[in-house]
């Protein structure tokens, strides 16, 4: 009986441990969002710099005029 009980005893820690470890982790998936969303932003700024650039807008239209373009 009283290996039974020292096993119980053992698994209720054991069950505490792992609660206490998801609660510490309960915001970690809200915070990697936003550093993610945070980090689109960021991109999606810099590609509106980059495309106010005449140079490179004249690459795009180039490229994708080309790509329409049909050869006869």
Do not use: H
Not at 9 to 30: K, N, W, Y
Not at 52 to 62: A, P
Request: zero cysteines; proline letters at 0%.
């Amino acid at each position: 009986m009283f290996q039974i009980q020292s096993i119980i005893e053992r698994s209720r820690d054991l069950l505490r441990g792992v609660r206490s470890r998801l609660r510490d982790e309960e915001g970690a998936a809200t915070a990697e969002y936003a550093i993610a969303t945070m980090a689109a932003v960021a991109f999606a700024g810099l590609l509106v710099v980059i495309m106010q650039s005449d140079e490179v807008r004249g690459l795009l239209e180039n490229i994708i005029r080309t790509a329409l373009t049909l050869d006869e």
